[in-house]
């Protein structure tokens, strides 16, 4: 009888060191301006739940949403742009 114990590392993936890869920190990196950008609206939003919003909050709120959505059109162009390696022609 064969012994599991000395298969293990055929069937085993490397160990977790709990960071990040290079290539997921690169992909944070290009989402970064969307992510401050959800954050401040977010941001604007939270300030208008306790009362009603003034016109100044739906000014910052419009404001904010409008960044998102012109990141979020970036980051797609950003990535529709990027050649990877090997993909096809």
Do not use: C, H, W, Y
């Not at 993936?13 to 992909?27: C, H, I, R, V, Y």
């Not at 290009?30 to 009603?52: C, K, N, S, Y």
């Not at 910052?60 to 990877?84: K, P």
């Amino acid at each position: 009888m064969k012994s599991i114990a000395a298969l293990q590392s055929d069937v085993t993936q490397m160990a977790f060191d709990g960071e990040p890869s290079t290539a997921e920190l690169d992909a944070i990196e290009q989402e970064m301006p969307l992510i401050l950008a959800e954050v401040d609206l977010l941001d604007a939003q939270i300030v208008t739940l306790d009362r009603t919003p003034s016109e100044l909050d739906a000014r910052r709120i419009r404001r904010a949403l409008a960044r998102v959505l012109a990141e979020r059109a970036a980051l797609a162009n950003r990535t529709a742009t990027v050649i990877v390696p090997g993909g096809a022609a």
